[in-house]
């Protein structure tokens, strides 16, 4: 508990100390850090504990990032509508998916989750009213908190919240009873079957609270862009936040914001930096390498090398 | 308790069990044995439901479950241990058999309360443990037993849940002469509680636990009756027993 | 709807689903055999397609560039093979996963360092430019024709190889049981790096005959790849005549659907809604496709493991 309660701390102050130092660009960038912590977190769920290799979540992400964009678009910016609504579609969607999807094993899972999540990138291009492929800007920011969530602070500190909320609620998740069962599930199926467990609906379900969670980090980050684009829902994203969740360390609690942290500190300071010199441009090929060298040498992510180094 | 009446399956071009009819009844051990490749273990699987019958019906305590999925016969009151181990390799010992106990006792769709602080749960766990041995082993991760030890577990993990019936897929599979004897004083105390059907290749063990055996051979009943029945069965003893008897 | 914009389509389709089936081959036979999900498989058509434009501007001749191209690429496929993904094929699926999109990545760069960020020229070979008359007065695109004959000829030729052949024996026999495979003696390891340089030749002429026609840019892979997945999810994993048919089905829904479905839409529906729902249906078809073959056929249409 200790280590949270300092991070916590830490993140608090952050955006105050940034301010201090007339660095208030790196305010924003570290809300989407959050946004996309909580996004990894939600994959973690469902691909570290539940051992479903899901190559589509970004379609819920995507998505609840899109209903949020069009009912700004359309007129109806209270968070107090909006963000639910983005919650409860990707959740639908996740329902939908993961019915057809969980019926599959292993190749075919990871293909049709994928195959499914193009399919829904494609209805979002094909929404000429909203842009199509070059996406579409909202309006503003969400409101209903009382405070005007334009101002980099105020939505750092509500993001903040949101993320820290989140992050107890999946640990309460993962330490009861329903935790327990889905990692025997992705320890064992057959056995967890065998000692009476109805396998499918734990999945299921499992598969559909990720995707809700997916699904308001997607509303954060329409409100964080103040635009959506279909390149949210495209598997690239997918791809990109399961690299996080990977130099996190799959399964491991802190995986998933440890892993945004990483990769989009990396992002950051190979593209903008002269890190690379001339080359820094080219910084998707830094990532890549990283990305090889962890899948081969350390597939435990830091999360797991710092788990080692205290001996866990 | 138990009622096969025909029971069938065939993949592909191959029919592993084949119109097999037996009965176990309440309170007893009955030994399943036959040559390997006899379809022994694709019989307990279609008991269990781990795989659909072809043909054929189960009837298990008067209902029938030919239809029923695998939980749902789980909650009925049958279990099944593996023939090749199948734990939470990455658990602990004691975690294992908490979660057998946690399928049968209340709902899993708990999302709130940590399982850490369910006592029953973990009391109940460890006398499983103790039952089948592992009183010292509770707090290791079950990947780093013994073989001996990991069959246990596998014991353990189907007795978990309280089941009425317990299918036994030879669990001395693999082991030495102390730990088997292990295992049939293990199974000698359990009986008490519980019906069991074993399948077994350990002849020994066979004739010293069974009430009943049913012989198997190519997916087909070929005999069944009492230990002695059984030794003096012709047909058997060309077929299986031959010259393991003649000792 | 005329009948002329009916054949002209379905000829579209069918070369489209060749093309399709030379990236699905090479991929199916990789997960049948390996059990290896490859996301770098499109990185491969792309390099292909690539190293294509430039073996034709430096010779002049596209039909001289073409067995340059295939050769270079699959080098570079059996040099990944032994450097990077032998490592993957203990590994769980995830981590197959990962690795070769970081592969897709280090690519992706790579092209852009050594062409730039611009598509580049690949240009139809010399006399097949113009279009040629049909039986029927069709006029169709000769370059067209060209890649169905060759789409079809290399079809044929798989065929041949997989059936008829004691490498293709090896193949099918490490398609549906690896370990069997082993035990009978053969050398596995030259047999997967064999077939990962086929399949990278195969991508390579994918990528060289679509070059004309498709623009040859950056990130072309990864469209296409997850067209070649469907195709295989259709077709039964570790099998080719799955992939022949997956891809042909892939094909011709999907370039008919998306000309005709529109077409259709407006006499039902009004004008405005048509042109919004026409592009929409036919872009999602192929995965309602996908989602209906498997609902009854959860293992493709012909899974290679029995």
């Known amino acids: 508990m200790k280590p949270a309660i300092v991070l916590a701390l830490l993140a608090c102050l952050f955006p105050l100390a940034m301010q201090a130092m007339d660095q208030d660009f790196y305010i924003s960038f570290a809300t989407r850090v959050l946004i996309y912590a909580m996004a990894a977190a939600s994959l973690n769920l469902v691909l570290g504990y539940g051992g479903m290799v899901s190559f589509g979540h970004a379609a819920f992400f995507g998505a609840g990032a899109y209903i949020v964009g069009i009912l700004a678009v359309e007129?109806?910016?209270?968070?107090?509508?909006?963000?639910?609504?983005?919650?409860?579609?990707?959740?639908?969607?996740?329902?939908?998916i993961g019915a057809v999807s969980l019926r599959t094993r292993g190749v075919y899972f990871i293909m049709i989750t994928l195959a499914f999540a193009q399919m829904m990138y494609y209805v979002f291009v094909s929404l000429k009213a909203y842009g199509g492929d070059d996406g579409v800007a909202l309006p503003g920011r969400s409101s209903g908190f009382g405070v005007d969530l334009r101002g980099d602070l105020a939505w750092y500190y509500l993001v903040l919240a949101l993320l820290g909320g989140v992050l107890y609620l999946l640990h309460r998740l993962v330490h009861s009873r329903f935790g327990r069962v889905i990692e025997a599930i992705r320890e064992n199926e057959t056995r967890a079957a065998a000692i009476g467990y109805p396998v499918y609906r734990y999945k299921l379900l499992c598969f559909v609270i990720s995707g809700a969670i997916a699904g308001l980090a997607g509303a954060l980050i329409a409100n964080q862009s103040v635009y959506v684009s279909p390149s949210l829902l495209h598997w690239i994203q997918s791809g990109t936040l399961m690299i996080m969740v990977i130099l996190g360390g799959v399964g491991r609690f802190w995986g998933g914001p440890l892993g945004a942290v990483l990769l989009l500190t990396l992002e950051e300071t190979l593209s903008g930096t002269q890190m690379l010199g001339p080359y820094s441009m080219h910084w998707q090929l830094a990532v890549g390498a990283i990305l090889l060298a962890v899948v081969l040498f350390a597939p435990q992510g830091i999360a797991g090398l710092i788990a080692r180094r205290r001996g866990a | 308790m138990l009622e096969l009446k025909g029971v069938s399956k065939r993949f592909g071009g191959v029919v592993a069990t084949d119109r097999v009819t037996l009965d176990v009844a309440q309170g007893e051990v009955h030994a399943l044995i036959g040559p390997n490749g006899a379809g022994k273990t694709t019989l307990i699987g279609q008991i269990s439901g781990a795989l659909a019958a072809d043909a054929g019906e189960i009837g298990f305590l008067g209902s029938d479950i030919t239809k029923a999925?695998?939980?749902?016969?789980?909650?009925?009151?049958?279990?099944?241990?593996?023939?090749?181990?199948?734990?939470?390799?990455?658990?602990?010992?004691?975690?294992?058999?908490a979660l057998a106990v946690q399928a049968r006792s209340g709902s899993s769709f708990s999302f709130w309360r940590p399982v850490a602080a369910e006592a029953a749960l973990f009391e109940e766990a460890r006398a499983i443990a103790a039952e089948v041995g592992l009183s010292e082993k509770t707090s290791s991760l079950a990947a780093t037993l013994a073989h001996g030890e990991q069959r246990a577990l596998e014991v353990g993990l189907a007795l978990a849940t309280h089941p009425k019936l317990v299918l036994l897929d030879e669990p001395m599979a693999g082991m030495g002469p102390e730990e088997s004897a292990r295992m049939i004083s293990l199974i000698g105390r359990v009986r008490a509680k519980v019906t069991v059907l074993l399948v077994e290749h350990d002849m020994d063990a066979v004739f010293r636990l069974a009430d009943r055996i049913t012989v198997m051979v190519n997916g087909r009943v070929i005999a069944t009756g009492s230990p002695e029945e059984i030794r003096a069965d012709t047909e058997v003893r060309r077929a299986y027993l031959g010259d393991e008897l003649a000792a | 709807?005329?009948?002329?914009?009916?054949?002209?389509?379905?000829?579209?389709?069918?070369?489209?689903?060749?093309?399709?089936?030379?990236l699905a081959a090479g991929l199916t036979l990789v997960f049948g055999i390996m059990d290896m999900i490859n996301l770098a498989h499109g990185s491969l058509y792309m390099i292909g397609a690539y190293l294509m434009a430039s073996f034709a501007q430096a010779t002049g001749s596209f039909w001289a560039a073409l067995p340059l191209a295939l050769a270079a690429t699959a080098l570079v496929g059996a040099a990944l093979e032994v450097s990077v993904l032998r490592r993957l094929y203990e590994r769980d699926h995830l981590a197959q996963v990962l690795a070769t999109f970081a592969i897709i990545l280090i690519a992706n760069e790579l092209v852009r360092l050594i062409w730039g960020s611009q598509p580049i020229m690949l240009n139809a070979p010399a006399g097949l430019t113009g279009p040629v008359e049909l039986p029927g007065g069709v006029q169709y695109a000769s370059y067209r024709l060209v890649i169905i004959g060759v789409g079809s000829a290399v079809a044929l030729l798989l065929y041949v190889l997989v059936t008829r052949t004691r490498v293709g024996m090896l193949v099918r026999a490490g398609a549906s049981n690896r370990e069997m495979a082993v035990a009978m003696g053969v050398d596995i390891r030259r047999l997967f790096t064999g077939v990962f340089a086929l399949g990278a030749a195969l991508c390579a002429l994918a990528g060289a005959m679509l070059g004309p026609i498709l623009a040859v840019q950056v990130g072309m892979g990864e469209n296409i790849l997850i067209l070649a997945f469907v195709v295989i999810v259709i077709g039964g994993i570790g099998s080719i005549r799955g992939a022949l048919v997956g891809a042909l089905l892939v094909g011709l829904v999907d370039t008919m659907g998306r000309s005709l479905l529109p077409i259709a839409f407006a006499l039902i529906f009004r004008p405005q809604v048509a042109s919004n729902l026409g592009p929409s249906v036919s872009s999602i078809l192929i995965y309602v496709l996908m989602a209906a073959v498997l609902f009854l056929r959860p293992q493709g249409l012909f899974p290679a493991r029995g």
């Open chain 2, 69 to 97: 999925k695998q939980h749902e016969r789980v909650k009925a009151g049958l279990a099944r241990s593996y023939q090749i181990t199948s734990i939470f390799k990455r658990f602990s010992v004691l975690d294992n058999l």
């Open chain 3, 1 to 22: 709807m005329s009948w002329i914009l009916f054949l002209e389509q379905l000829l579209n389709g069918l070369q489209f689903g060749l093309m399709l089936f030379l």
């Open chain 1, 75 to 96: 007129g109806v910016s209270s968070a107090w509508l909006a963000w639910p609504a983005a919650v409860g579609v990707a959740a639908l969607a996740a329902l939908a």
